[in-house]
C-alpha cells in the first residue's frame, strides 16, 4: 500500500535523534523509516578534520539508531544518485531531511528536490539547523540584518519551540538495503598520524553533548562573561563541534540558556548572545552567499592583501612559530584538540591579516582544513569581522595586540605553557604532543630554539595602517 512505503531519512548536519523535525514528522506518519548518511561530494569537500570528526559522528549515531531497533545506511557517490537507487531498491516514496543554508549545499538541496519531484517522489526539508529561517527574520523596512545587535534585538523575546524528545521507537523497513562500511571510507585518512593525537580531545554523539550543556549550564554558565576570554580557563560551553554535526540542537541550547537566565544568571544572556551569533552568520550566508568565499564588502577587493601562502611569513603562522606566544599557542592548541580558544582565534586572525597583511582567505581555508567545529557560515564570517571586510566588522585600524593581550587574557602564562615546549625546562605533555600531530615533513622538534617575531606587533600595526590609509587616499 503507499502509506506503507518506507521514507528515507536522509541525515547530514544534524547527527541526533531529540529535537529532530524531520525525524519527529517521519515517525508520525507510522511509516518504516530508512535513515540514511551519502558519503557524496559536500562531504568529499570538506577538510582533513572536519571530515574527521565528521566520521566519529555518524559512527555514534549509527549506534543510537540500533539501540531504537533502526540502521543506518552508508551509501557512497553523488546524493541524488545514491537516493534514487535506495528509491528503487526500497520501494521509498518519500525523502525527508533537515534544510541546511551554506551556499554549497542549499545549491544541492534545490537541484536534488527538484529532480526527485520530477520523478513523482515526495522531497521534503524541515528545519532544525537554526532557531530561525533565515527568511522570517526582517528588519523593519523588510530586508536581512546587517547588523548583528539590531537582529539580537530582534530576536531576543522570539518564541522557539521546546524541544522534542527522541522517539521511543523508530519503525523498520521489511528488509534492509545494503550499507556501506564506515570504516572503508578511511574519513580519517588525511589526518594522517595526528588523528590518534585529536581523537581522545573530541567528544562525541548525541549524549556526551547534552552532558557537555549540563554541566556547562550547572558549573559555568553564571561566570560566562567573565571568564569566556581567558583561555586557560575551562569558561566556555565548548559545544561548537557538537553543533557542527548536530549532535544537539541549537533549541535545546537555547531553552537551557534561558531557564539559567531565569533562574537569576545574567550571564547566560551573553550565551544566548552567542547563538544568535551564530544564526546571523547563517542569515548572512543565505542572503549573500558570496561571504563565505569573497569580501563581503567590494571595496575591500583592491586592499593589497598578501595572496601567495607560500611566503615564510604565512608558513611561520601555520606551523605556529611566528615568535609571538598567543599566537603560537593558539595554533598549537588547534593541532592538537581540533578547536581554538575564541579569543584566540581573533588574534591569530588579526595577526594574519592585519600584522602579516595576508587576505583572510588563507586562515580561512586553514581552519576549514584543521577544525573539528568547522562550520560554513561561521568560519567565513568570524574571519572577514577580524579583517575587516565584512558586515558589522571589526574596523581595520583596530589591530589586535597579541602582545598585550596575552598579558590580559593569560597573567600567569598558564596558556602559553601549555601549548609550547620551547624555553620551558619541564613541558607539558599537551605543547609535547604538538609535534605529534603535525606533519613529519615540517621537521620540528621540542629541542628547537623559540623564534624571534616574523614581525613584532608594532611594526605590523604600523605596516596595515599605511596600507589602510593608502587605500582611502583618493586617486589623483
Not at 415 to 444: N, V
Request: proline fraction near 7%; include cysteine; aromatic fraction near 12%.
Amino acid at each position: 500500500m503507499p502509506d506503507a512505503a518506507p521514507i528515507l531519512l536522509w541525515f547530514r548536519r544534524d547527527l541526533r535523534l531529540a529535537d529532530h523535525p524531520a525525524l519527529t514528522a517521519a515517525v508520525e506518519t507510522g511509516r518504516p523509516i530508512i535513515p540514511v548518511f551519502i558519503n557524496d561530494e559536500v562531504v568529499a569537500g570538506q577538510g582533513a578534520a572536519p571530515r574527521f570528526r565528521l566520521g566519529l559522528s555518524v559512527g555514534s549515531l549509527a549506534q543510537q539508531l540500533e539501540s531504537k531497533g533502526s540502521k543506518l545506511i552508508l551509501r557512497l557517490g553523488d546524493a541524488l544518485q545514491v537516493l534514487r537507487n535506495l528509491i528503487a531498491e526500497t520501494g521509498a516514496t518519500s525523502v525527508y531531511w533537515s534544510r541546511a543554508y551554506d551556499p554549497i549545499t542549499k545549491d544541492r538541496d534545490k537541484a536534488l528536490k527538484a529532480a526527485l519531484k520530477d520523478d513523482g517522489i515526495t522531497a521534503q526539508s524541515f528545519t532544525g539547523h537554526l532557531l530561525f529561517e533565515p527568511w522570517t527574520v526582517e528588519t523593519k523596512t523588510g530586508g536581512f540584518y546587517r547588523v548583528y545587535t539590531p537582529m539580537w534585538r530582534a530576536v531576543r523575546n522570539r518564541d522557539v519551540p521546546a524541544p522534542v524528545p527522541a522517539p521511543s521507537k523508530i519503525l523498520a523497513p521489511t528488509a534492509w538495503p545494503a550499507s556501506d562500511n564506515l570504516g572503508d571510507w578511511q574519513l580519517d585518512k588525511a589526518m594522517n598520524r595526528g588523528a590518534a593525537v585529536l581523537g581522545p580531545h573530541c567528544t562525541v554523539g548525541e549524549a556526551a553533548a547534552n552532558d557537555r550543556l549540563g554541566a556547562f549550564i550547572e558549573d559555568r554558565v553564571a561566570s560566562y562573561a567573565d571568564q569566556r576570554d581567558f583561555p586557560a580557563v575551562n569558561g566556555t560551553s565548548g559545544l561548537s563541534e557538537n553543533l557542527t554535526c548536530g549532535e544537539i540542537s541549537p533549541a535545546t541550547c537555547w531553552h537551557a540558556g534561558w531557564s539559567s537566565f531565569r533562574r537569576g544568571a545574567d550571564q547566560a544572556e551573553i550565551f544566548l548572545k552567542e547563538l544568535v551569533w551564530r544564526e546571523f552568520a547563517y542569515h548572512l550566508a543565505f542572503h549573500t552567499p558570496h561571504i563565505t568565499t569573497a569580501n563581503w564588502r567590494p571595496e575591500w577587493d583592491a586592499f593589497p592583501w598578501n595572496t601567495d601562502e607560500s611566503t615564510a611569513e604565512v608558513t611561520a603562522w601555520k606551523q605556529g612559530r611566528t615568535g609571538i606566544p598567543f599566537v603560537d599557542a593558539a595554533m598549537r592548541q588547534m593541532y592538537v584538540t581540533g578547536v581554538m580558544h575564541n579569543r584566540a582565534r581573533m588574534i591569530v586572525a588579526s595577526y594574519l591579516t592585519k600584522n602579516l597583511m595576508s587576505r583572510w582567505q588563507i586562515g580561512e581555508r586553514w581552519f576549514a582544513d584543521c577544525l573539528i567545529d568547522w562550520d560554513p557560515a561561521s568560519n567565513a564570517m568570524g574571519w572577514q569581522w577580524v579583517a575587516g571586510s565584512g558586515p558589522d566588522a571589526a574596523p581595520y585600524f583596530r589591530v589586535f595586540n597579541p602582545v598585550t593581550q596575552l598579558e590580559k587574557f593569560d597573567r600567569d602564562g598558564r596558556y602559553q605553557k601549555q601549548w609550547i615546549t620551547e624555553g620551558f625546562g619541564q613541558p607539558t605533555e599537551t605543547a609535547l604532543s604538538y609535534f605529534d600531530a603535525i606533519p613529519r615533513s615540517w621537521g620540528l622538534s621540542p629541542d628547537d630554539r623559540y623564534p624571534s617575531p616574523i614581525v613584532t606587533p608594532e611594526e605590523g600595526r604600523m605596516r596595515a595602517l599605511d596600507a589602510y590609509a593608502a587605500r582611502e587616499k583618493p586617486a589623483n
